[in-house]
């Protein structure tokens, strides 16, 4: 049994959604996909939510235009005629309840999170009309399901949390009847439902999240996330040109790589997968015959798969004088953190036991002014000085077992140190997954550079090597033959 999972960019014109169903047809039975709304969709209807709040009645018509016709676009290339129609009606329903959604929040003067969640829902539901209409007039036996009925959430509008018991309970009352009457089904990506019913959204990654929640609802032997991009890379490939498809990747790694700032997934998506033991293969709609990257339980080896960054960072320091308050300068410093929603990328102990360093998001922190002011108040009874640089970079060395090997560092440090980089700050986590330093934000593209090359680059070339004597000993042996 397997789950597909197609992007926006996978589904955003009509020759596209042909493109993915074509891809959906060539799985194997019992099969599910989950669709995402058309590339630009969902920020056209929050827009069309925007303007409404301020009572710009035109403005908000013709957003809701636009979205009418790029769906309408895509319906017109439904061949059979019957399946033209009958998702015609569909997508009219589903467009009424947006413009009845509309008038409510123009009347509030408003958009709420619940509101919100309502109107952006429309994109998914259009999309899996249009998809299941599609692969029926190929002759393919398929139903749409709106994710609300399936996906069980609480009510947190707008970021909800997912219910898998009850999630587990629902899939098998609606998706298992459909599967084992040989239908291909195409779900919603992005939305659930609250205990009441009510449709919620699972906020940033949800589409994939969706995926991964469904293929463990229905035990699932693979999820496939379908992209824009040939798999997990071993770096930014606008930072690193050379940078190339990892083959296979751990749980572990791909999470650790996601919190890093990798964008193939957010690090959410792969918890359901772990749970149910499930491989996850990232696969290109725009190379379909690429093997991407599966990411599973066991790693390949314990070399470094990939390098990266994340910047927009500010770098917290806090010493204390006195050891024994540590505990309680420390439990201070995150109470604060988590009372501004401010999040913490990473937080380290000095070997001297009394300094604390943190590296969290500038933008929820507001910059080293306010951060510091609010923190010098809350550790005033600790004496603690803090001190904040708000021009840092992280870049994470990612491989699982790398980390607990000693030479590892030595090699990236020395590495950073031929490149004249200076390291703020260094880290090898116990998980034995990554390598992390701290550099100035300026020089972090080449530190990714060079990391990349020391680990990396000379894995391709070795690879490179040996296809290239490969290639030396066909041609003699056909020559000699």
Same mark, same amino acid.
């Given at each position: 049994?397997?789950?597909?999972?197609?992007?926006?960019?996978?589904?955003?014109?009509?020759?596209?959604?042909?493109?993915?169903?074509?891809?959906?047809?060539?799985?194997?039975?019992?099969?599910?996909?989950?669709?995402?709304?058309?590339?630009?969709?969902?920020?056209?209807?929050?827009?069309?939510?925007?303007? @409404?709040?301020?009572?710009?009645? /035109?403005?908000?018509?013709?957003?809701?235009?636009?979205?009418?016709?790029?769906?309408?676009?895509?319906?017109?290339?439904? %061949?059979?005629?019957?399946?033209?129609?009958?998702?015609?009606?569909?997508?009219?329903?589903?467009?009424?309840?947006?413009?009845?959604?509309?008038?409510?929040?123009?009347? $509030?003067?408003?958009? %709420?999170?619940?509101?919100?969640?309502?109107?952006?829902?429309?994109?998914?539901?259009?999309?899996?009309?249009?998809?299941?209409?599609?692969?029926?007039?190929?002759?393919?036996?398929?139903?749409?399901?709106?994710?609300?009925?399936?996906?069980?959430?609480?009510?947190?509008?707008?970021?909800?949390?997912?219910?898998?018991?009850?999630?587990?309970?629902?899939?098998?009352?609606?998706?298992?009847?459909?599967?084992?009457?040989?239908?291909?089904?195409?779900?919603?990506?992005?939305?659930?439902?609250?205990?009441?019913?009510?449709?919620?959204?699972?906020?940033?990654?949800?589409?994939?999240?969706?995926?991964?929640?469904?293929?463990?609802?229905?035990?699932?032997? /693979?999820?496939?996330?379908? %992209?824009?991009?040939?798999?997990?890379?071993? @770096?930014?490939?606008?930072?690193?040109?050379?940078?190339?498809?990892?083959?296979?990747?751990?749980?572990?790694?791909?999470?650790?790589?996601?919190?890093?700032?990798?964008?193939?997934?957010?690090?959410?998506?792969?918890?359901?997968?772990?749970?149910?033991?499930?491989?996850?293969?990232?696969?290109?709609?725009?190379?379909?015959?690429?093997?991407?990257?599966?990411? $599973?339980?066991?790693?390949?080896? $314990?070399?470094?798969? +990939?390098?990266?960054?994340?910047?927009?960072?500010?770098?917290?320091?806090?010493?204390?004088?006195?050891?024994?308050?540590?505990?309680?300068?420390?439990?201070?410093?995150?109470?604060?953190?988590?009372?501004?929603?401010?999040?913490?990328?990473?937080?380290?102990?000095?070997?001297?036991?009394?300094?604390?360093?943190?590296?969290?998001?500038?933008?929820?922190?507001?910059?080293? @002014?306010?951060? %510091?002011?609010?923190?010098?108040?809350?550790?005033?009874?600790?004496?603690?000085?803090?001190?904040?640089?708000?021009?840092?970079?992280?870049?994470? +060395?990612?491989?699982?077992?790398?980390?607990?090997?000693?030479?590892?560092?030595?090699?990236?440090?020395?590495?950073?140190?031929?490149?004249?980089?200076?390291?703020?700050?260094?880290?090898? $986590?116990?998980?034995?997954?990554?390598?992390?330093?701290?550099?100035?934000?300026?020089?972090?593209?080449?530190?990714?550079?060079?990391?990349?090359?020391?680990?990396?680059?000379?894995?391709?070339?070795?690879?490179?090597?040996?296809?290239?004597?490969?290639?030396?000993?066909?041609?003699?042996?056909?020559?000699?033959?």
């Amino acid at each position: 049994m397997i789950v597909l999972k197609f992007g926006g960019t996978s589904v955003g014109t009509l020759e596209k959604v042909r493109d993915a169903a074509t891809i959906i047809t060539q799985q194997p039975f019992p099969r599910a996909a989950v669709v995402s709304a058309a590339s630009g969709v969902t920020n056209l209807l929050l827009e069309a939510a925007s303007h @409404a709040a301020a009572g710009d009645i /035109e403005a908000r018509g013709k957003v809701v235009d636009l979205i009418d016709g790029k769906h309408r676009a895509i319906a017109a290339g439904i %061949t059979n005629e019957s399946e033209r129609s009958g998702a015609d009606a569909v997508l009219d329903q589903l467009h009424a309840g947006l413009r009845d959604a509309l008038e409510t929040v123009g009347d $509030q003067g408003s958009v %709420t999170n619940e509101s919100s969640d309502r109107i952006v829902a429309t994109g998914e539901k259009c999309m899996s009309v249009l998809m299941a209409a599609l692969l029926r007039s190929r002759g393919v036996s398929a139903a749409h399901v709106f994710a609300d009925t399936v996906i069980g959430t609480d009510d947190r509008f707008g970021s909800a949390r997912p219910d898998r018991e009850r999630t587990r309970t629902q899939a098998e009352s609606v998706v298992l009847p459909l599967l084992a009457e040989g239908k291909t089904v195409i779900m919603t990506g992005f939305i659930g439902g609250a205990p009441d019913g009510r449709t919620t959204t699972l906020g940033r990654g949800g589409s994939d999240y969706s995926a991964t929640l469904l293929g463990a609802a229905i035990d699932a032997t /693979e999820v496939q996330i379908w %992209t824009d991009v040939p798999g997990v890379l071993s @770096a930014d490939p606008r930072q690193v040109p050379e940078a190339r498809v990892v083959p296979v990747i751990s749980y572990e790694e791909a999470q650790e790589l996601a919190h890093f700032g990798a964008k193939v997934l957010h690090p959410r998506t792969i918890r359901p997968a772990v749970a149910r033991n499930i491989p996850v293969r990232i696969l290109s709609t725009f190379a379909p015959f690429e093997p991407g990257t599966v990411v $599973q339980r066991r790693a390949s080896d $314990q070399r470094i798969k +990939a390098v990266t960054t994340m910047k927009g960072l500010m770098m917290l320091s806090v010493d204390v004088p006195e050891l024994e308050d540590l505990s309680g300068a420390a439990a201070t410093v995150f109470q604060q953190l988590h009372v501004g929603r401010v999040e913490v990328v990473h937080a380290a102990q000095a070997s001297s036991r009394r300094r604390m360093t943190y590296l969290v998001d500038g933008a929820s922190a507001g910059g080293c @002014a306010a951060t %510091t002011a609010n923190l010098d108040i809350a550790l005033v009874d600790f004496e603690a000085e803090v001190s904040c640089n708000d021009d840092v970079a992280l870049v994470a +060395a990612v491989g699982q077992g790398s980390a607990d090997q000693p030479e590892t560092l030595g090699k990236m440090m020395d590495v950073l140190r031929r490149a004249s980089i200076p390291v703020l700050g260094s880290s090898q $986590q116990t998980s034995n997954v990554a390598l992390v330093v701290v550099v100035p934000a300026s020089r972090a593209q080449q530190a990714v550079e060079v990391v990349h090359e020391a680990f990396i680059g000379s894995q391709a070339a070795s690879a490179r090597g040996r296809r290239s004597r490969r290639t030396r000993m066909i041609a003699e042996s056909v020559q000699v033959g």
